[in-house]
């Protein structure tokens, strides 16, 4: 059997620790320990910790001033972790393992290092070896030095591929119509959630104007079946408008006198038992998109009702006054609110309003956008030309412009929220909704979408 296979790597730089000159006597990657914060036998909160260990090697070559070099390497290499986790800038360091069993060698980031000689360093010094103990400390995890590519589903292919999934800027009936992809659960290997790297390549043949940027990952709410849009005249009492340029050719119009103090319910719209169970207590960012602009200085706010009489609200979103966008954000909501995982009785989403004066609201679709696992960024003011690619980089925290001819970045993106994660072995779902540079959001919109991760363990 082939001997397991250690080394440190920063940029170009391989400093061997199993082979060549360095004698590996002794290492177990450590599992990371969890650092949980809670009340009682209530649990809030839990992180992995860095990990801290040693390996033990042997250091051996023609001369004491080889070995010496070969100590001075990986001093180097320290101070170089060193500056990059202070400074967030130049090459990360990795201690890379390839286990004798493995096919593949996994890589895990270095915070910290140190050598030292062992209590008798200089015994053998005559012979030209030294036994030395090298203290790392690292991410707490380990993730593959290779990059996969995810193959992604929708019914614009009907079959996961890679390479590009075409999707819309909405999400209906019709087919290919879908602002989402599907990865296949066989697909996420590890046992760690994983950063994605997201790729939108503008493929319409023209330039884009893009402002705001929401991306999602449903990992864990039915992510084949769960009903992530609303459609704004699914309810039998508003007026529902025929148009073209909206979700499923309609649009839901709400009429009004005046709009005191929020107390007219002017949409309703029911969140079935199948719903909320799937949504099993999740927290979704509702975005609404509105078919036409919304009345100037009109205050809006969401809530969640009962169904059945007497009717009373379970949860009351914020007041959101309309920007004059097509595409709002009307805050965070428990489905159903203050509950986790069971089945549950039908509840309904209420938006009322204020607003002096006759009036009208019409409005698309909702956007049920599961909020543990989102990226909301923003494009600070340029547009996107043809086969350029806007990237949200989850491993390195970064959101950038790819030039289609010359492959630089162009970093134009405020970047919000948290990283965006594969669940290991789990089925799930990737949403993407954006709207344009001037407020306008044109549903007819493609993209065409890639995602990459690597997959992460725990230890062997």
């Known amino acids: 059997m082939a001997p397991h296979v250690l080394s440190l790597q920063i940029g170009a730089t391989n400093i061997p620790l199993s082979a060549t000159d360095a004698l590996l006597l ?66 990360r360091g990795y201690l890379y393992i390839q286990i004798s069993s493995d096919t593949e060698t996994w890589r895990s980031e270095i915070v910290s290092a140190s050598v030292q000689a062992g209590y008798d360093g200089l015994r053998h010094w005559a012979n030209n070896g030294v036994e030395v103990l090298l203290i790392l400390t690292r991410r ?52 760690l959630p994983a950063p994605l790297r997201l790729r939108l390549t503008n493929n319409t043949g023209g ?22 849009v609303i459609e704004g005249e699914s309810m039998a009492w508003i007026t529902q408008v025929v148009d073209s340029n909206s979700s499923a050719g309609y649009f839901g119009r709400a009429t009004w006198t005046t709009l005191i103090a929020h107390a007219v319910d002017m949409f309703k719209w029911p969140l079935s038992s199948a719903v909320l169970t799937a949504a099993a207590g999740g927290f979704f960012r509702v975005l609404v998109r509105f078919a036409n602009t919304p009345p100037t200085g ?35 909501v428990q489905l159903p609110p203050g509950v986790a995982a069971g089945t549950y009785y039908d509840l309904l989403l209420v938006l009322t309003g204020e607003f002096t004066g006759t009036s009208q609201l019409d409005i698309d679709f909702l956007h049920l956008t599961p909020a543990d696992s989102s990226r909301w960024f923003r494009q600070i003011g340029y547009q996107i030309p043809n086969l350029d690619a806007v ?13 289609a001819g010359t492959g630089q970045l162009s970093y134009l993106y405020e970047v919000y929220n948290s990283t965006i994660y594969a669940w290991p072995n789990r089925e799930q779902r990737l949403y993407f909704l954006h709207d344009g540079d001037t407020g306008g959001m044109n549903i007819a919109q493609t993209w065409s979408v890639r995602a990459w991760y690597r997959p992460r363990r725990n230890t062997l």
Do not use: C
């Open 391 to 403: 990237e949200n980089n989850g491993p390195e925290e970064r959101v950038y412009e790819i030039d």
């Open 207 to 228: 330039n884009v104007g893009s402002r705001n940027f929401y991306q999602a990952s449903n990992a864990h709410f039915a992510p084949a079946t769960f009903a992530h």
């Open 26 to 91: 002794d290492y177990v990657p450590q599992t990371a320990a969890l650092s949980v914060t809670g009340q009682g036998t209530e649990v809030y909160e839990s992180e992995r910790q860095l990990v801290t260990e040693s390996v033990r090697l042997w250091l051996y070559a023609a001369t004491g001033a080889l070995v010496q070099a070969k100590i001075a390497a990986i001093e180097r290499f320290s101070e170089d972790v060193a500056r990059r986790q202070r400074t967030r800038s130049g090459d």
């Open 298 to 332: 009109i205050e809006l706010q969401l809530h969640v009702k009962t169904s059945i009489s007497p009717i009373f609200a379970l949860w009351s979103g914020p007041k959101v006054t309309a920007t004059g966008t097509l595409l709002q954000d009307m805050g965070v």
């Open 140 to 191: 707490p995890y380990w993730e593959t030095v290779a990059e996969r590519e995810l193959p992604l589903d929708n019914t614009s292919v009907g079959a996961k591929a890679t390479g590009g999934v075409i999707i819309y800027n909405h999400d209906d009936a019709t087919t290919g119509h879908d602002n989402w992809v599907t990865v296949a659960a066989v697909d996420v290997a590890g046992n």
